[in-house]
């Protein structure tokens, strides 16, 4: 029997810890594949809290932004709309709300999930037909529960192998409370290749305005993940600087982490000058007027370039799809310099160190104005 595994990420979280949580979920279903056949379903991508143009963001498949082929090759995967016709009607059979442990950690961590009563307000409800509903339009569960857990994902194998024995399909809707665990994050991580029309967007991008290509900037990628090893220092990059400012929410959130534009402004300059480059490709999410506030600071024979997708890539690939060429520019730089604490930030990071930067060039983020000696990113070396 094919089991499957549903998964869902609190929606007040945004695009990349989502990205971060599938790496969990697909090591799970890893773990299991020794044992049992099982694939992972993709959950929809719906309306998240930082995309805002005016365009529809609902229901969007994974292929918009990923290769799927390349997923595949980690784990059997299936896009939602996909396993919707699998079902053909019929209910999936466990629902597992995942929450804390109301009374906290306890000090001592130790592996352990409970079922519990419902810490939360959850979107769940049973009607008459006994069967669980939800936000997801054509699904329904024959059992739902919240169950309380700290726990690694590979806790989860035992339970979905013994104690869920009798279930064909499992969803747990708050994947996010399942933490990292003993597989390589890497492997994971590196069959997490985006889609095909999106690099090709950001190559042009690239081409066009940066004078970066990848036999030039030593970046060429294989095919296929599984054959890509690189060492640090065989990527050069293009012949630019690519900066992440996070602003919007980051400024009420992390205004002790983040520069003023003028101190943005002059830390490019710096760095600029030090590499003796004349382009700086500026990924943010600030307003056009902000962004004049970085611009009027930076050197004036420098040129100041931003992406920002015509009306056609953004119906056609919404906020997230704008947002991943932003990351695909800004890993082909040969300097990158990002915001403190930033998932958008973190996830640059790997895409450098999986083409091979020198790390120096990668883990860099900018200060909060007078502490330019703030800690730096930790780096995470890439293990194959
Ligand atoms: O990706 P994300 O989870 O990273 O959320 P953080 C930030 C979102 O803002 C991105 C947009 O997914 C984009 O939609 N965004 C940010 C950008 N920077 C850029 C950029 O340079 N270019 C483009 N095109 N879009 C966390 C959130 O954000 O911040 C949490 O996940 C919470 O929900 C926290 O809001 C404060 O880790 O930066």
Redesign the pocket.
Known sequence: MNRFLLYDVNP??????RRDVYLRMANLVKMLNKVQLWTLVLPAWNH????RSDVNQTNIPWYTFFDIGSLNKHVPVIEFHDFVKVMDGRPIDDVIYFQHYKEGWGGKWVEKMDDRECNDNHPFYQLEDGLWHWYMPNITSVRFKCVSIQAEYSFLKDYLIHNLSNSWAVMFPRGEQVMHGEYSEWTARRSVRFSKDLVSIGDKFRSTMLDSDDFRDQTVMEDNWKKMKRKHGDALGGPYLAA???R???LY??QDKLPSMKAAAQRINEILDDLHLKKVFV???ASGEELEGLKINIKPSVEVYRYQGDKNVLRKYG??G??II?QWICAHARYFIG?T?????FRIHEEREILGFRQETTYNAFCVDGNSACEQPSKWKIIY
């Not at 007040?12 to 810890?17: A, D, T």
Request: hydrophobic share 30%.
């Open positions: 007040g979280e945004g695009f990349n810890l998240l809290y930082h995309w992440h400012l996070r919007r929410d980051f959130g992390h990924a943010t999410d906020d997230g704008v947002a932003d915001t604490s930033s998932t958008f930030s």
